[in-house]
C-alpha cells in the first residue's frame, strides 16, 4: 500500500503539479463550461439556481477529469510510449490510472475549492453534509478515473481520444440528475444509473436540495461503491498492461 501511494503521488507530480506551475492556462480551461451552467442557473433561477449551480459544477468538475484521463493515457501509450516504459517498471495499472488521474485533479483543484468555499459562503454545509458529499466525491473520482483509464486502452487511434471524452462527459453530466433532481424522473431509482447522478442524488439530499425516500439513498451509495470496485478490478485484471 506504501508502495501504491507513493507511485499515484509521483505520477501526480510529474503529470500534474509541474505541468502545472509551467502552463496555467489549463486551470481556466479546466473551469469554463461548470462556471458556464453555473452563471446561467443563477441568472434564470437567482440563489436556489446558484446552489444547483455550484453541487452540479462539483460533480462535474471530478467526473470529467476522471474521464479525460481517456486522452492523456491514449497520448503517453501511443505517441510519447511512456506507459510501455512503466509497463517494464514494477509499477501497477492502478497507481498509474490513479496518478494520472490525481494529476488531473491537481489542475481542477482550485475549480472545485472555488465550489466548496461557495456553497461553504452560502451555509450549504454542515460538518456531516460536508463529510457526506466529500466521500461521494472520493468514490467518483476513483470510478470515473478507472473507467476512463480502462477505456484508453481500448482505443488504437488518437483521434477518437479527443471525441470520447466529450461524449461521456455530455452523457455523466446532462443525463444524470447532476444539475437536476431526480425526482423529476418516473422512477428515482432510475437516478442512481449513471456514477454522476448517483452521486448528484447523495449530495442534492445531503445540501438538503431534494428529498429521495432512504431505499433511493441507499441504492446511490451501493451503485457508487459497485461502480469503484468494478472500475478497480477493471484496472487490475482487465486493462491491457502487459499486453503492449
Known sequence: MKKLLRDILVIGWLNGWVPLVRSW?????????PLSFLVVLAI????????????????WTVASNGIS?????????LELKFQQMLVAAPVSPIAYALGLALSSLIFAAPA???????????????????????????LLWVSTAGLGFVISTLIGQMRYSWAVPGILSAVLSAMAPVYWPATILPNQLLG??????????????????????????????????AYTVISLVLL?????WRQI
Open 69 to 77: 484521463l481517456i486522452g492523456d493515457a491514449t497520448f503517453y501509450r
Open 25 to 33: 492556462i489549463w486551470l481556466v480551461a479546466n473551469s469554463v463550461t
Open 192 to 225: 442512481v444509473i449513471l456514477p454522476t447522478g448517483a452521486a448528484g442524488i447523495i449530495g442534492q439530499a445531503a445540501l438538503g436540495m431534494a428529498r429521495y425516500r432512504p431505499e433511493v439513498l441507499t441504492a446511490a451509495w451501493a451503485a457508487l461503491a
Open 236 to 240: 487490475a485484471r482487465v486493462a491491457r
Open 44 to 59: 434564470y433561477a437567482g440563489q436556489t439556481g446558484l446552489r444547483w449551480g455550484l453541487l452540479g459544477g462539483l460533480i
Open 112 to 138: 472545485v475549492a472555488f465550489y466548496a468555499a461557495y456553497l461553504a459562503a452560502l451555509k450549504a454545509f454542515t460538518a456531516w453534509s460536508a463529510l457526506v458529499v466529500a466521500a461521494s466525491l472520493a
